[in-house]
């Protein structure tokens, strides 16, 4: 793993993940899993319904793009994870065959009031697919680690 | 699958899930595929983490949570789905053999001003554990169909 911290980052940094696929038996799979409506576990309903097909829960869409995220090595042992998530918004579905990237931005960096040790790094998310429309977004503070002789 | 429509809400409504055990096994697994942060897939590197020991990925956990919602019975053939999530926000770590549920709440409604058909269900979801303590949150616009005779 990488040795980023705090001060690695910089406002309009950008992490450009790889690609993935999205497969139908995924896309069934999670959702039956964790996500059981219609239009995302049943062949003939998700046809009838008003998304004209198969379409990946939003849920199995965000896990992908963070995993994809994680693939950039923005993070690494410095990260102490995010408190939540804002903004979260599905603009386009996700198909059988769609493949997505995340595309993550560094908007905004401030120390942790509270905690010397820590910064706090606000990264706006970008999910595209392989037309690059932007098929989901979010925004989350990431806590990371400032180097040692930052603080001291 | 139930037959409620956007008239069978009211605000202040609630659904109580059934509860969900959390394992070792499937926290390891969700995070490999989907969070691969050491905090979440690696034992002994979460043992001296800030954590103090194993807790799940946020995603795991909000999966599971709206699953757990489904299971309410809350939906059904007439829900559209939701664009987005408001204000997630994980209060507390999620650990092997905590039990979670979600209850969630009506917080407003109102009629589609674009489509006759759709209303507009704002729900607060609250993600608790055994000890009634809330772990995450989060607030959702859910699109639901109105009964025919509605809008006619």
């Known amino acids: 793993m990488n040795d980023r911290h705090y001060e690695d980052f ?8 790889p690609g993935k696929t999205f497969t139908e038996s995924e896309i069934l799979e999670f959702a039956f ?5 219609p239009f995302h576990i049943d062949l003939q309903a998700a046809e009838a319904s008003q998304y004209g097909g198969l379409i990946a829960s939003g849920w199995h869409v965000m ?6 995220f994680t693939m950039t090595d923005a993070l690494g ?7 939540g998530i804002d903004d979260l918004r599905w603009h386009l579905p996700v198909r059988p065959g769609d493949t997505v990237r995340t595309v993550a931005t560094v908007e905004a960096m401030r120390l942790s009031a509270s905690r010397p040790d820590i910064g706090l790094v606000t990264i706006g998310y970008r999910v595209e697919n392989q037309k690059a429309e932007t098929v989901a977004s979010m925004r989350a503070v990431q806590f990371m680690h400032r180097r040692e002789n930052a603080h001291e």
Do not use: I
């Open 63 to 68: 896990a992908v793009a963070f995993r994809l």
């Open 10 to 17: 910089h406002v309009g940094q950008e992490f450009r993940s």
């Open 33 to 37: 899993k964790y996500d059981p409506q």
């Open 77 to 83: 042992p410095a990260s102490e994870g995010a408190p």
